[in-house]
């Protein structure tokens, strides 16, 4: 299981991507982890919505390794702290605009799905298997995304994030509805990039990263 002081440890981006890879490593290794990381129980909600991000954050921009990252838990209005070499502190305030019933609805299957697998259901013929299936000119559930993502946005803006030492709002944005071979669905992409630049927000920076996919997009940069 997660412990909270290892979970808060300050790493350079390396690290904390090694520290990463080890946590996924272990939860893989362990069905009855694998369910409650799923469900999100403990601090693994944090783990998966902010530690995870911040390190792709980190190794993104900071990939001289020369920093220490370090995630808060807690309501003090950002997520983590990076400390530069000069000892200047920047302030990361990360945000994934999702679904939350949705999602916990969708782990709540796969783990009885995964009991089936490994033999811990006796009626293996009452589970329903099911898939969600996506039409390509359907961009409706992907709208459904973008509008979320930019309603979340605004409200940031409302917010003065603003340092000395700099300051940087991230947010992720699940983009598996978009098939980038189609020129109709990179221009949604780009329809949303331009709508996040347009907000006001009081922060130095702040960026994209486009789930699952890693990428990471500068809406604005000082």
Not at 47 to 68: A, Q, R
Not at 188 to 204: A, G, H, M, S, T
Request: hydrophobic letters at 35%.
């Amino acid at each position: 299981m997660l412990s909270k002081e290892e979970f808060q440890r300050p790493r350079t981006p390396y690290e904390l991507s090694q520290y990463v890879k080890k946590v996924y490593a272990d939860v893989k290794g362990d069905k009855n982890i694998v369910k409650i990381a799923r469900l999100k129980k403990n601090l693994y909600k944090q783990f998966i919505e902010e530690l995870y991000p911040f390190s792709v954050f980190c190794n993104w921009k900071y990939p001289e390794n020369n920093v220490l990252c370090e995630l808060i838990i807690g309501n003090q209005g950002y997520d983590g702290i990076i400390t530069l070499s000069t000892g200047e502190k920047e302030f990361i305030e990360i945000t994934w605009p999702i679904d939350g019933q949705k999602k916990i609805q969708l782990a709540r299957y796969m783990n009885k799905l995964l009991d089936i697998r490994t033999g811990n259901q006796n009626d293996i013929k009452e589970f329903e298997i099911r898939c969600e299936t996506y039409d390509y000119n359907d961009l409706s559930k992907w709208k459904a995304v973008k509008d979320h993502v930019i309603e979340v946005a605004k409200n940031k803006a409302l917010k003065d994030y603003t340092s000395t030492g700099g300051s940087s709002l991230v947010f992720l944005v699940d983009v598996e509805y978009l098939y980038f071979n189609r020129d109709d669905h990179n221009k949604e992409l780009l329809d949303i990039v331009e709508q996040l630049k347009k907000i006001d927000y009081k922060v130095d920076s702040v960026y994209v990263i486009l789930m699952p996919y890693e990428e990471i997009l500068i809406i604005k940069e000082n």
